[in-house]
């Protein structure tokens, strides 16, 4: 199934629900399907209520009005449950609500510790940002915000308010020193070996830097000159 007929397909316990009395019980179905306590107990409710007033000949009106809520509430779920049991194998929507509703009933995604199948697949990153993001860490970097992923990694700010809600940071970024990589771009090749780069890397940098303008994010310093991110990542 497409990721757009997902969200157009009415689950048969939404028609259930559509049963007199008995048709709560199709809103706890969904609730144990998709692991909602909440639901199971609204169905339930539900049910008992249904019950009840048809016993009570003084409150039988009310049995109407009990069931068109019942059917309400049932297509009201109806998003929420089929973003709960979205497939992991079905691309991940565009629509930033419907991505957050689905993140919201998934694993959260280390950006320090996952896979690059979970950085492809389960976050929906384009290859060319998995492939950045697995390079610096097997160089040692430690990736501590958000922020960082746009301006180490080039990453979207759109694309990152979308996965937000998906990715955490195994790392407290208080325990980074505070200094900004950008300082690379307002140092002569001289400050940056004072800085502990060694002389021909921070030469080529500072050459770089001089021919084609500042650098736009550490990943742009790796493309454009070549040197290995180990060499200048305790500048980050």
């Known amino acids: 199934m497409s990721q757009p007929a997902w969200f157009d397909q009415t689950p048969q316990w939404v028609w259930w629900s559509c049963v007199p009395v008995l048709g709560g019980g199709a809103i706890a179905y969904a609730g144990v399907k998709s692991g909602s306590n909440i639901w199971i107990g609204v ?8 019950i009840v007033i048809s016993s009570i000949p003084i409150l039988s009106n009310l049995t109407t009005i009990l069931w068109i809520a019942q059917i309400a509430t049932a297509f009201a779920l109806k998003r929420d449950y089929l973003a709960k049991i979205y497939p992991k194998d079905l691309a991940l929507p565009e629509d930033p609500k419907l991505f957050a509703a689905i993140a919201a009933n998934r694993p959260k995604v ?26 610096l860490r097997n ?21 990152l308010k979308k996965i937000e809600p998906m990715i955490v940071f195994s790392y407290d970024y208080r325990q980074e020193s ?18 502990g780069i060694e002389a021909n890397a921070a030469k080529a940098i500072a050459e770089e830097r001089q021919r084609r303008g500042e650098f736009k ?12 991110f180990s060499a200048y990542r305790h500048l980050t």
């Open 217 to 228: 994010s550490i990943m742009d310093i790796k493309k454009r000159t070549g040197i290995p």
């Open 110 to 135: 280390d950006i320090n510790t996952c896979s690059k199948n979970e950085l492809v697949n389960t976050l929906g990153l384009p290859i060319v940002y998995a492939n950045d993001i697995e390079s």
């Open 178 to 195: 505070g200094y900004s990589w950008k300082r690379i771009n307002s140092m002569s090749a001289d400050d940056l070996i004072g800085l």
């Open 43 to 50: 169905g339930a409710g539900f049910v008992a209520g249904a």
């Open 139 to 159: 160089e040692g970097h430690i990736f501590t915000s958000i922020e960082e992923l746009h301006d180490i990694i080039e990453i979207p700010n759109a694309t």
